[in-house]
């Protein structure tokens, strides 16, 4: 494997960021790529001859690259997540990658009588463009792989093929991502998880000393699994501590796509900036949830900036399973739901 700087890395990207969008290549749609990808979820990530950390560094990748896996290994260390990936070149470690896939997707020809629809990234990322009639499209955030967005109007894009427009609710200008990186979500498939059972019946506890979550119905487990919380000596993300607090919550609103961070339209790729974070659960009122991640596979570990990451498809069967229940016509939810205990063991 060739390493490249990172200086070569930025100009590579600010040529190819609409690859995937702008490339006269049209992709079969429904077909997929089979191997084993993944996407470099930070800012550089070291390539090991070996599967441990000790080992001689032979190459270097940068975020959003994407790596074939040809072999899924477990080492010795760390102990925490003792996974690693054979790729081009040696060894690396699992925690700031994502698997992602290459899958294409027949655009909507409308959307019905809804106002919008739900829908989730198909693709390693796509780049989200701006219209505006004085500097014409203009690019913007990356949208990643599992995330979820709000569709609300098929239009033309930049490359005369359908966009979807996305609402974003923490920034007040629309922007558009190809309809063909974006899978639209059946409403049968966030249908509230036994919502029969009573309200006193389910409950969700948190161990950030092991960095597990447990749900139990009348006292059984539903659902266990590794988390990571809030960095304990993270400081501050914006006036607000990145230690996940203790004590006992409710889950207080339900929305399946948040845009985390600052709503800077002008921010790069390295900022703190998370539009579409799927499946969040709310517990507090600063602003503390559950929700899906897509940008590590370090679970176990304590990561977040407050929030209890999850896997996305455990925070979407979460996101179900918890109180307010939700409606399929009306997901986006607020009231007093399912308790909450986090705690140190």
């Known amino acids: 494997m060739t390493g490249i700087s990172r200086r070569d890395f930025l100009k590579l990207s600010a040529l190819t960021l609409g690859g995937l969008a702008f490339t006269p290549f049209r992709p079969q749609l429904g077909e997929f790529d089979d191997r084993t990808l993944v996407r470099v979820a930070t800012n550089s990530l070291s390539v090991y001859s070996k599967p441990d950390d000790t080992s001689l560094i032979t190459g270097q990748w940068f975020r959003d690259n994407l790596l074939t896996v040809y072999e899924e290994v477990t080492a010795d260390t760390p102990e925490y997540n003792p996974i690693w990936y054979r790729v081009w070149g040696g060894y690396v470690h699992r925690a700031h990658l994502q698997k992602v896939q290459v899958l294409y997707n027949r655009p909507l020809v409308t959307l019905g009588d809804s106002e919008r629809r739900l829908a989730e990234v198909t693709v390693p990322y796509t780049r989200a463009m701006r219209f505006t009639k004085a500097f014409g499209w203009q690019p913007l955030y990356r949208l990643y792989y599992e995330s979820v967005h709000w569709i609300t109007s098929i239009d033309e894009g930049p490359d005369g093929e359908p966009w979807y427009r996305i609402f974003d609710e923490l920034v007040s200008i629309p922007y558009h991502v190809p309809a063909i990186h974006l899978r639209p979500i059946m409403p049968e498939e966030y249908v509230p998880i036994s919502p029969e059972v009573d309200f006193l019946d389910k409950r969700i506890d948190v161990d950030l000393t092991t960095q597990t979550l447990t749900a139990y119905e009348y006292d059984q487990v539903v659902l266990q699994t590794k988390i990571s919380s809030g960095l304990i000596y993270g400081g501050k993300v914006n006036g607000i501590g990145t230690k ?84 399929t016509e009306q997901i986006y939810r607020r009231g007093y739901g399912t308790t909450v205990n986090i705690f140190y063991s």
Request: net charge negative.
């Open 244 to 327: 996940t607090p203790a004590g006992t919550f409710h889950i207080e609103e339900k929305m399946p796509s948040k845009h985390m961070g600052d709503g800077n339209l002008a921010a790069d790729i390295e900022a703190y900036e998370l539009p579409g974070v799927p499946w969040t659960c709310f517990f507090t009122d600063v602003g503390h949830a559950f929700h899906g991640t897509y940008w590590h596979d370090n679970f176990g570990v304590p990561m977040s900036h407050g929030c209890v990451n999850m896997r996305t498809h455990e925070a979407k069967w979460l996101f179900c399973w918890a109180r307010p229940i939700h409606e």
